[in-house]
């Protein structure tokens, strides 16, 4: 069985920064893609930043040259460095990722973890 799980989120002001983690654990035999979408309330889950195994990244615009978004292919984690955070990053972020187990590959996705700007 494979998990993706998520940490770091939290409440920070304006401008603050965090970092987010998103560790892949179970029968993983290699792992493509990994990255980040956010959904706040009432809107559609959106792509943030992804990475593919080579370290080739995509981010959207909003995020550019604000967030950062790299991996550790040895941990099969991703993480996503957030700075100059505004309001409008607030959301719920879920971790993603294409990867194949002994069986099959798919994509798949962790729990979510929040993120909140405000002062």
């Known amino acids: 069985q494979v998990q993706l799980v998520e940490s770091g989120g939290g409440l920070v002001q304006p401008g603050g920064s965090l970092r987010l983690s998103c560790a892949a654990s179970g029968n993983i035999f290699s792992i493509n893609v990994m990255g980040w979408y956010r959904q706040a309330p009432g809107k559609q889950r959106d792509l943030v930043a992804a990475?593919?195994?080579?370290?080739?990244?995509n981010y959207a615009d909003s995020v550019k040259g604000r967030f950062t978004i790299s991996r550790d292919n040895a941990k099969n984690t991703v993480y996503l460095q957030m700075n100059s955070l505004k309001p409008e990053d607030t959301a719920v972020y879920v971790c993603?990722?294409?990867?194949?187990?002994?069986?099959?590959?798919?994509?798949?996705w962790g729990q979510g973890t929040q993120v909140t700007v405000s002062s």
């Open positions: 993603n990722a294409h990867l194949c187990s002994r069986d099959s590959c798919r994509y798949y």
């Open positions: 990475v593919t195994s080579i370290g080739s990244t």
